[in-house]
């Protein structure tokens, strides 16, 4: 693959099939390779060659369908074109992988998180033809994500094999068949038929395991017992032995008792998942500003804020607190026939019960139980703790956005009126903000934690939020709300085919999009009134988003008639406001509390009230038939669509920020854009800059670029000159530049006038800043410039006559040589630079007139700089002949017998080089004094003796004699003056690159597959 696609060595090849591509009308058989970064095709047939290179950032939509033009095919979506493959061996196969590298591409995308090859993977018990260890790899991150998702499971919990198995379930005096999971800290079991049966055994609780005797009713049983008196008995187990001995082998790497996250090394303890980041250390006193926000001896919340401030709530309330107590009594049965904990038997009965209405005592613990927040807690106590202690006197972004938001969570309830909800909510919001800094804080975060605080204590508050901002919501609370568009887009897509009619119309109006993102950032809570609201929040919590898609399409289907009447945004929004805040639970035991966005939206005759529970009811009953993993297929198409069109949001802002500093068009700097962002720059793409500084180039990139793309073509010197323009752009050092210094080295040299042409080449070859410091030490006083100078001997390097300036005459030379009008510019530069030696040499000869001033100044400043001083008396000569001694040498640009001495001349170019730094806004003539000079600089141990020039420190030009000069050639200022045009330059680069790519595998098809 590498020799057909010219891939670098980095790029590893996962898998490759045979399939048909379709050119047109016609297919084309061949071979698809898939590797970490591109999707590549090629086929040899019959003489003609067809060769395909995509890279999956690139690629905006996949699918898998099946029509009379494409039977069984595979498409995949490029922002410029469609490419279809089919006649697949395994077309599912294929697709899958094709899914994991796109999800993967969009990762790196969203996140910068790079592909890592997985190294802990046991090895094959055999060889496996054709499959490679990538292959492998990404098989097993596919397993253990549908794993950790069914059972709500820790994202570094691996896989390490699953069973045909019975399960005895005691409740209903019966043999289950399911399949048994066992990974490093859990053994799960799930029926086949769906909400029969799930169990979850964390390893931590397991105290016996131990083989029962076989008989032909129960065959190859194993018995599992654990600390809270529970048996489970599995069966029909076809290899016992190995299972029990893997069983045995977890346990035996499972702690006791967990030890806490230790706040004073640096390094996380064992215990600590990889997920979780590393300690820091603990901050000194020093750094702890006393600041009531943060002070210890705020209350603290070790309970449910919903119990602490419902004391005083008197208990007669009638039928409404017996049915809560007969809801309690109902989970109390539920806990005696199925268990209670972490090993509960779930069954289709739990979700009976959960649909009905937690029990608010029973809340907070059952949300921990099924959202998996309890497993994360129990095996890493202390870590909130110790997150809270860290994070005291931290003063970021998020913290200073957590302080705004504090007070306008839920401040109509009577918990949040005081300082103990206040300050409970800023610990938790703060801790998981130093936890997760990708995420920090995001709006709507308040809101759900707040609620989470009503029933939980702030540990459980916390892990809450870490499993739903991780695992349940993923992707919703960074700065881009990435994941709530995501299924803004799955909504849509749902909408179009449960409720085709009404989707049509709210396109129209544009609705779906404004009202889905706050319903799901916030599950309800913020348009519902909160006593309905959380009973939403309960089914999901056990349901997953699966219940919030269903709720949604509900209140679309229960609205339809009035939404198809409407005749504009607004007057929807009304409709669907005014319904949802009519939204009761009829059954509660809370006292009220007034729902704010009701109040705004109430009119004089309100709609009727609508029981939460039946619309709950409706919504499972009408579709009821969502599954978690067609969703999740439907996020996977709407993330690819999402991500680009972020990436391609972003992009514009930049062009139209840059607009106005660029005299490219929006299409030229849009086409730019996309050229730096899909170049090798995209190995440094950093997504939580901003966008202008997210991607960055180096010289060895920029150099290929300048080639590419610039107007000047200097043959072998374009990459000295690319070079010197690098240094000149790279303002802070770093040997990285972004696209905005890109853009102004470019725009420049298409669309500068004369003067700003002439003055980027003159600051290109202006020796190492000597002559400022010169200048500058001219002022000082005689003892302390000599020290100065003396420190500054060994950076400084011994000036040489006019070599700045011969090297800005062979650039202009080697740029003039393609030129149609090349005899009358080298005529024209000929002359000009004649005149500029004479210039030169006029000015030395006033500065020699006045060195006896100078001269008590800086005696020992030449002394220094030039050891090695040669008589110039025969530089009297013709400037004409130096000039075409250094014309001549120029003319050697053209590749001499050996390339030998061109590198070197090119290395001695480069090296004797450093450059001012550019305005960040421009490149305007004003950034050069008007005593600017341009003097020679040379190291006196690579001084080219060549030249015929000796070092005269008093020899000068300024850029306006330069200025002037060139003004006196017409051939000259036309060329200048000159427009080009990028575009055609960027067509011609995409059309170079594929022929290449043809070229090159036209040459290498006979080379065997890699």
Not at 195 to 218: G, Y
Not at 223 to 229: D, R
Not at 448 to 467: G, H, K, Q, R
Not at 937 to 960: H, K, L, N, Y
């Amino acid at each position: 693959m590498r020799k057909l696609f010219g891939m670098p060595e980095e790029e590893k090849l996962v898998n490759y099939y045979p399939c048909s591509y379709w050119k047109g009308r016609v297919p084309r058989q061949g071979w698809i390779y898939l590797s970490v970064n591109h999707l590549c095709f090629y086929s040899f047939l019959l003489g003609k060659e067809v060769s395909l290179v995509v890279q999956w950032t690139d690629v905006t939509q996949l699918d898998k369908n099946a029509t009379l033009v494409f039977p069984e095919s595979i498409r995949v979506s490029t922002r410029d074109t469609e490419h279809f493959f089919s006649m697949f061996l395994n077309i599912n196969e294929t697709f899958k992988l094709m899914e994991q590298l796109a999800n993967i591409a969009m990762r790196q995308l969203l996140d910068n998180e790079s592909f890592a090859a997985d190294r802990s993977l046991p090895k094959p018990c055999k060889t496996l033809k054709n499959v490679s260890a990538l292959k492998r790899d990404l098989d097993a991150r596919a397993k253990n994500e549908r794993y950790r998702a069914l059972f709500r499971l820790t994202q570094d919990e691996r896989l390490d094999g699953h069973t045909d198995c019975t399960l005895w379930t005691p409740f209903a005096k019966m043999h289950v068949v399911g399949q048994m999971f066992v990974s490093n800290n859990y053994i799960c079991f799930a029926s086949r038929e769906e909400d029969l049966c799930q169990l979850i055994i964390p390893l931590r609780e397991v105290t016996i395991v131990e083989k029962a005797d076989s008989s032909s009713v129960l065959p190859s049983p194993l018995s599992i017992s654990t600390k809270n008196k529970m048996t489970f008995l599995f069966a029909n187990l076809k290899d016992r032995d190995f299972l029990v001995q893997r069983i045995s082998d977890f346990l035996q790497r499972t702690p006791d008792r967990p030890c806490a996250l230790s706040t004073q090394s640096e390094n996380p303890s064992p215990s600590t998942p990889p997920s979780l980041p590393p300690s820091p250390p603990v901050l000194g006193l020093g750094e702890m500003p006393q600041n009531q926000h943060y002070s210890p001896s705020l209350p603290t919340a070790k309970k449910g804020l919903l119990q602490i401030y419902q004391q005083d709530v008197p208990e007669e309330l009638g039928p409404k607190v017996t049915r809560e107590k007969m809801k309690e009594e109902s989970w109390n049965i539920h806990f005696f026939e199925f268990g209670r904990g972490v090993c509960m038997y779930r069954t289709s009965k739990t979700r009976e019960l959960v649909l009905n209405g937690i029990p608010e005592s029973l809340r907070g613990e059952l949300w921990l139980l099924f959202s998996g927040a309890q497993n994360e807690m129990a095996t890493h106590p202390g870590y909130y703790a110790s997150l809270v202690e860290q994070a005291i006197g931290k003063y970021t972004l998020a913290t200073e956005e957590i302080e705004r938001d504090l007070h306008r969570s839920m401040p109509e309830h009577h918990a949040f009126q005081n300082e103990m909800g206040i300050a409970a909510l800023r610990r938790v919001l703060t801790a998981y903000a130093y936890r997760n800094p990708n995420i920090g804080y995001c709006q709507a975060m308040n809101i759900v934690t707040s609620v989470l605080l009503l029933y939980c204590t702030e540990e459980e508050a916390f892990w809450l939020l870490v499993a739903l901002c991780e695992r349940m919501l993923p992707d919703y609370y960074n700065t881009r709300v990435v994941g709530a568009l995501v299924d803004q887009g799955v909504f849509e897509e749902l909408t179009r085919e449960c409720l085709p009619l009404l989707y049509e119309h709210m396109q129209d109006l544009g609705v779906i999009s404004t009202i889905s993102l706050s319903w799901f950032l916030t599950l309800f809570l913020s348009v519902m009134p909160f006593d309905s609201a959380v009973l939403l929040v309960d089914c999901f919590f056990y349901e997953g988003i699966k219940v919030i898609f269903q709720v949604a399409l509900a209140v679309l289907h229960a609205n339809m008639d009035q939404l198809l009447s409407c005749s504009d945004e607004g007057e929807a929004m009304t409709i669907l406001g005014r319904y949802l805040d009519n939204v009761v639970n009829k059954l509660t035991v809370s006292p009220p509390i007034p729902h704010l966005h009701a109040l705004l939206t109430s009119g004089i005759n309100p709609p009727p009230e609508i029981d939460v529970f039946e619309l709950i009811k409706a919504s499972y009953e009408k579709f009821g038939s969502l599954r978690a993993d067609v969703i999740e297929q439907m996020r996977f198409k709407q993330r690819l669509k999402v991500i680009q069109s972020l990436e391609d949001t972003a992009k514009r802002s930049v062009v139209r920020a840059i607009m106005t500093e660029s005299a490219f068009t929006i299409e030229e700097l849009e086409e730019l854009c996309y050229w730096g962002a899909s170049s090798t720059a995209a190995e440094r793409h950093d997504p939580s800059l901003p966008y202008l500084e997210q991607y960055h180039i180096d010289c060895g990139q920029f150099v290929q670029l300048f080639s590419a793309l610039a107007p000047w073509s200097c043959g072998l010197h374009t990459n000295t000159l690319s070079s010197r323009l690098f240094r000149l752009l790279d303002q802070n050092k770093d040997s990285l530049i972004n696209f905005k210094e890109f853009v102004t080295g470019l725009s420049g040299m298409y669309h500068g006038d004369m003067t700003e042409k002439l003055k980027l080449l003159y600051k290109l070859h202006l020796p190492p800043g000597m002559f400022t410091v010169i200048k500058s030490l001219l002022t000082w006083p005689r003892k302390e410039c000599n020290s100065v100078i003396l420190r500054l001997k060994h950076i400084f390097v011994i000036i040489q006559l006019q070599e700045q300036f011969i090297e800005m005459c062979k650039t202009l030379y080697n740029m003039f040589s393609e030129d149609p009008m090349e005899q009358e510019l080298y005529h024209g530069i000929a002359t000009v630079a004649s005149l500029l030696l004479c210039i030169g040499e006029v000015g030395k000869k006033f500065t020699n007139n006045g060195s006896k001033k100078t001269e008590a100044q800086l005696p020992s400043a030449v002394d220094t700089l030039q050891p090695e001083r040669e008589d110039s008396s025969g530089e009297g000569g013709s400037g004409q002949s130096l000039v075409s001694k250094a014309l001549a040498e120029a003319q050697l640009e053209t590749p001499p017998p050996t390339a030998a001495g061109s590198d070197e001349e090119a290395k001695d170019d480069t090296s004797v080089s450093s450059y001012s730094v550019v305005s960040a806004g421009s490149l305007q003539c004003e950034d050069i004094a008007d005593d600017t000079v341009l003097i020679g600089c040379m190291s006196g141990d690579t001084v080219d003796r060549r030249q015929g020039s000796a070092p005269d420190a008093d020899w000068s030009i300024t850029f306006e004699q330069v200025l002037a000069s060139f003004l006196t050639e017409s051939s000259l200022v036309d060329y200048f003056e000159k427009k080009h045009d990028i575009q055609s330059k960027i067509t011609a680069c995409k059309s170079l690159r594929a022929v290449e790519r043809q070229t090159s595998t036209a040459v290498l098809s006979s080379s065997s597959k890699m």
